[in-house]
């Protein structure tokens, strides 16, 4: 059955469509159908982390107001056949986006694939409500940091208040990723260490994305970090989160607070 994940966040800079594209590579490469939503509108960075940039000619504001096809839209990846891109409206309007409009193109595109990755604005504004409307799953990306925390902690009520799932009387399926983790500064106190996240936010441990500069390379040439450098440290953890996300029990390797050493930890849930 085909799953809606939204990648959401109630910070901006947290890291949140730079792991919508390496998520998004890492299914694709597990033999997955992926398409990637920006609806981000307004702004549009997805294709820029997707180095797809240069091929877009509609978005999913056309296609959901009829003005053109999904697949006129969808810009299939170029390295990876199973992964496509629906781009974000750089010249419109978040308000142009209507929510029987995104059902239209999210009903499409479960005909199509197996997961549609929709990277969310950050906040709690109506771009970021309609990515989140119709998820089956949630991952919420912060940063350790307590503005982040904070924040999240706000999207994970929206999550339990405001989809359709939650008014249907569900619950959505939510886990957190945190981004940009340095072991070092998490022992000197310099930023907060994952049990202190996890005990605020008491949602399940998707992933820990170490700080890294192959990041900011990945996306600076335009490719998914799971793609550009397959056996860096965030690589391997947004592969490993992506297995998680399919349903596989994949040891969790967590950088200690203590002398930079390795704790194994196996299916690690929040308390």
């Not at 240069?54 to 096809?69: E, F, M, P, S, T």
């Not at 419109?92 to 193109?105: Q, W």
């Not at 040439?221 to 992506?242: E, K, M």
Request: charged fraction near 25%.
């Amino acid at each position: 059955m085909p799953k809606i994940l939204v990648v959401t966040s109630g910070k901006g800079g947290v890291g949140k469509t730079t792991s919508t594209a390496a998520l998004g590579a890492a299914l694709a490469q597990s033999n997955q159908k992926v398409a990637v939503v920006d609806f981000d509108v307004g702004l549009r960075n997805l294709d820029l982390v997707m180095g797809a940039e240069r091929r877009v000619v509609y978005d999913l504001i056309n296609v959901a107001q009829g003005d053109a096809k999904l697949h006129q839209a969808l810009i299939r990846d170029k390295r990876l056949e199973n992964l496509y891109l629906l781009p974000a409206s750089q010249t419109r309007d978040k308000d142009a986006l209507t929510e029987e409009g995104v059902r239209r193109v999210i009903d499409e595109l479960r005909e199509r694939f197996d997961w549609i990755v929709c990277d969310s604005p950050a906040g709690i504004e109506r771009g970021a409500t309609l990515a989140m409307r119709f998820a089956d799953v949630a991952v919420v990306v912060a940063n350790p940091e307590v503005s982040s925390v904070r924040d999240s902690d706000r999207i994970i009520g929206l999550l339990d208040a405001k989809t359709e799932i939650a008014e249907k009387g569900g619950r959505m399926e939510k886990h957190l990723l945190l981004t940009r983790y340095d072991a070092g500064r998490a022992a000197r106190g310099e930023m907060l260490n994952v049990d202190d996240v996890l005990e605020i936010l008491s949602i399940p441990l998707l992933g820990i994305i170490p700080e890294s500069e192959d990041v900011l390379r990945a996306s600076n040439v335009g490719t998914p970090v799971t793609i550009h450098s397959g056996t860096s440290a965030p690589s391997r953890a947004y592969a490993d989160a992506a297995r998680r996300l399919c349903g596989a029990q994949v040891p969790m390797d967590i950088p200690s607070d203590k002398k930079g050493l390795l704790v194994r930890l196996f299916g690690r849930r929040a308390a």
